[in-house]
T-cell receptor, first 114, second 114 residues
Framework: DTGVSQDPRHKITKRGQNVTFRCDPI?????LYWYRQTLGQGPEFLTY????????KSRLLSDRFSAERPKGSFSTLEIQRTEQGDSAMYLC????????????FGPGTRLTVL | AQSVTQLDSHVSVSEGTPVLLRCNYS??????LFWYVQHPNKGLQLLLK??????LVKGINGFEAEFKKSETSFHLTKPSAHMSDAAEYFC????????????FGTGTRLKVLA
């Protein structure tokens, strides 16, 4: 399968711990997005990469959050000092560079902070 | 600014009857519009997209949507519901220059009754 993959699929952690999620986009896609989806809501944009450059960050992304895409391929999203409010589904999507191209989503990582 | 309003949080239909999921959008730009479906524990799957070509867009699994600029609407329809259509549906607007990030509606949960 050559779709977007995310790891882990589920993560349970205690408040105050750090967590890191990984996203592997479709291989020829140079745009990569992170979204967060809380229960009963639609996904909300967090950040966006074009190749290895992080070009936009949402105000939702506090200083405890950091994302990287070091070689323009896979990306990681790290949350430091997790809080219960960070519990959500974290979705990764990728697309080609062309305008209005469809974003293809991974299965998501469900984070539960106890 | 861009926004999406899904007018119904829950819709119930009987199997074999038509489906109508309503979506209104607001956009300062010429928008791209999408419908995605999310089955439990599955990733977001693209149903269809509108990108300023034909106003009636056909998607997968018998779904279609009509772009009506005068009404700023992009409603999703299907002539005959199937049990497997039960899922969460999201209307999405894109088109913000440079990032093309998605703005999601809050979702409509479709229930199909036997």
């Amino acid at each position: 399968d050559t779709g977007v993959s995310q790891d882990p699929r589920h993560k349970i952690t205690k408040r105050g711990q750090n967590v890191t999620f990984r996203c592997d986009p479709i291989s020829e896609h140079n745009r990569l997005y992170w979204y967060r989806q809380t229960l009963g809501q639609g996904p909300e944009f967090l950040t966006y990469f074009q190749n290895e450059a992080q070009l936009e960050k949402s105000r939702l992304l506090s200083d405890r959050f950091s994302a990287e895409r070091p070689k323009g391929s896979f990306s990681t999203l790290e949350i430091q000092r997790t809080e219960q409010g960070d519990s959500a589904m974290y979705l990764c999507a990728s697309s080609l560079r062309l305008a209005a191209d469809t974003q293809y989503f991974g299965p998501g990582t469900r984070l539960t902070v106890l | 600014a861009q926004s999406v309003t899904q007018l119904d949080s829950h819709v119930s239909v009987s199997e074999g009857t038509p489906v109508l999921l309503r979506c209104n959008y607001s956009s300062s730009y010429s928008p791209s519009l999408f419908w995605y479906v999310q089955h439990p524990n599955k990733g977001l799957q693209l149903l269809l997209k509108y990108t300023s070509a034909a106003t009636l867009v056909k998607g997968i699994n018998g779904f279609e949507a009509e772009f009506k600029k005068s009404e700023t609407s992009f409603h999703l329809t299907k002539p005959s519901a199937h049990m497997s259509d039960a899922a969460e549906y999201f209307c999405v607007v894109s088109g913000i220059i440079r990032t093309y990030k998605y703005i999601f509606g809050t979702g409509t949960r479709l229930k199909v009754l036997a």
